[in-house]
T-cell receptor, first 113, second 116 residues
């Protein structure tokens, strides 16, 4: 299958620990942000999203934090599991009309048993 | 599973040839976006189709073209293939409602294109 992220920054954590993946976005006009998970040989899988009028949003075992002042986004994964091992991308969308997503370069998460 | 399907899964072409990739969107979605993902990089936006018309284009040359059909499925066509076109081509479907903010894009598994 497709090998994704051969030279990406890597975060290595122990199973059961919490993981924090960071992302700096580029455009202050971006109003919608998404985190995707991509496993080898697969397309990106939606994890969680957040709109610019929010600072925090929680899902099942995941939390996204948005700091618009410094244009920073983070994804927190609680009780990381081996199945969480993948490449994680943040993506931003700039306003209505053009709904293209601009992706970051990705972070590889490796979960050690 | 997102319900977004793509065909073929893998494809090998030679320089100068033309290729057509296909995408079926998730039921109820009216918008399809295409992305190119080179090895080790994040997806790059090619273009988006909404109600059979192009609704935005990224920094790709005109030899990348597309279509959206009345059933909201879509095709990506690439003419005069170059070695650098080797990549994973992803389509994503979403529901666009007029005046609303962008809705979540759900991706298919991709088509792996190799140009020799």
């Amino acid at each position: 299958g497709e090998s994704v992220g051969l030279h990406l920054p890597t975060l290595s954590v122990q199973e059961g620990d919490n993981s924090i993946i960071n992302c700096a976005y580029s455009n202050s006009a971006s109003d919608y942000f998404i985190w995707y998970k991509q496993e080898s040989g697969k397309g990106p899988q939606f994890i969680i999203d957040i709109r610019s009028n929010m600072d925090k949003r929680q899902g099942q075992r995941v939390t996204v934090l948005l700091n618009k002042t410094v244009k920073h986004l983070s994804l927190q994964i609680a009780a990381t599991q081996p199945g969480d091992s993948a490449v994680y991308f943040c993506a931003e969308n700039i306003g209505t009309g053009r709904r293209a997503l601009t992706f970051g370069s990705g972070t590889r998460l490796q979960v050690q048993p | 599973e997102t319900g977004v399907t793509q065909s073929p899964t893998h494809l090998i072409k030679t320089r100068g040839q033309q290729v057509t990739l296909r995408c079926s969107s998730q039921s109820g979605h009216n918008t399809v976006s295409w992305y190119q993902q080179a090895l080790g990089q994040g997806p790059q936006f090619i273009f988006q189709y909404y109600r059979e018309e192009e609704n935005g284009r990224g920094n790709f040359p005109p030899r990348f073209s597309g279509l959206q059909f009345p059933n909201y499925s879509s095709e990506l066509n690439v003419n005069a293939l170059e070695l650098d076109d080797s990549a994973l081509y992803l389509c994503a479907s979403s529901l666009t409602l007029t005046g609303r903010h962008a809705d979540t894009q759900y991706f298919g598994p991709g088509t792996r294109l190799t140009v020799l």
